[in-house]
DNA sequence: AGATGATCCTGTATGC
DNA sequence: TGCATACAGGATCATC
């Protein structure tokens, strides 16, 4: 399940190998553009706002993408469309790969990014829990949400996940959980910075002491620095690919090791279940 | 306003 | 072996 820094990973390797190129056409699958849960209610004007645009480069805003489109070099600048943003987000199994014209397509390819090269962007999406849109640049945030901060940010620190958890009584974990208190944090993450930061998933937000929520600040910023440096976690049940179709290398040290040895101590993680939503710590470790 | 639960989807895993 | 059911997840929305 693409979180940061799986979608940090995505971005940097698209950034590198995309930054300049035209996309010369954007097909969308019939089934996506028929789903009603996907939104995507304007085919042909996604195509023409998104076909004969150059990626000019890629933002990520949490676990949104954001491909900044320009008129390429060649053309003229004409009405409009010089701030357009492709935003793509993957839900929970979509796939961002890059590949060569010929290769085989898989089942479930929604959207194809045809290249001016001989490459596509293919975006994949079993479970279609992803989205795909193009808007002006200037209402990317408001079409967000109300998005929480950049974890990885310098001004993210404990005085600005203070008040957002100062008002709940709910546990912290459901609060990771929450894009409006921390953007780019789900359900692996959460889980890997309460055990780095030793603090118990069901602690109540607002029970937290200022040292606390300093190491908990700390503990999500360091699990995913860790995480997008080993670009990203494959689970044995998840899908998560690079954009050249490599596994991840990060492996957790709490979530789904449910019986396995705290890497801490040695007592056996345990698995609990919140809002439908499964956890996992050491309940040795994490007070 | 905050908390809770349902919802979208389908591949994979488990249970009988 | 085969079929049925449960589960996984992010973000949003309805209902307390």
Redesign the pocket.
């Known amino acids: ?3 940061l820094p799986e979608v940090e990973t995505i971005r940097c390797d698209l950034e590198s190998q995309l930054r300049g190129a035209v996309i010369a056409r954007v097909t969308v699958s019939r ?1 996506w553009q028929e ?3 996907t939104r995507f209610h304007e085919n042909r004007a996604f195509r023409q706002r998104v076909g004969g645009r150059a990626i000019a480069g890629i933002d990520r805003r ?3 993408l954001l491909f900044r489109l320009s008129p390429p070099r060649s053309i003229l600048p004409t009405r409009g469309g010089e701030a357009d943003v492709l935003v793509v ?1 993957l ?3 979509g796939q961002l790969l890059l590949v060569g014209r010929q290769a085989r397509k898989e ?2 390819t929604h959207a194809v990014f045809t290249l001016a090269d001989a490459r596509e962007l293919r975006f994949e999406d ?4 992803g989205r795909l849109w193009v808007t002006e640049r200037a209402h990317v945030e408001e079409r ?4 929480g901060p950049e974890p990885l940010a310098s001004r993210f620190t404990w005085r600005s996940l203070a008040p957002p958890l100062a ?5 912290i974990k ?2 990771l ?4 208190v921390v ?6 993450y959460s889980d890997e910075a309460l055990f780095e930061a030793h603090l118990h998933p069901r602690r109540a ?2 029970s937290l002491s200022p040292d606390e929520l300093r190491r908990l600040t700390r503990a999500i910023k360091v699990v995913l620095r860790r995480g997008v440096r080993r670009r990203g976690t494959t689970l ?2 998840s899908r998560y690919r690079d954009a050249f179709g490599a596994y991840g290398g990060n492996e957790p040290r709490a ?2 090791r449910e019986g396995d040895p705290c890497v801490g101590c040695g007592a056996p993680i345990v ?1 609990g ?1 919140l ?4 956890y996992h710590f050491c309940p040795r470790c994490q007070k």
């Open positions: 399940m693409p979180e089934r789903s009603p849960h949490g676990k949104y987000h839900g929970m199994s089942p479930h079993p479970r279609m829990f967000l949400g109300n998005l008002k709940r009584s709910t546990p459901s609060a959980l929450d894009p409006r953007a780019g944090v789900g359900n692996i937000c607002n044995s049940d979530y789904g698995r279940v809002g439908g939503r499964s």
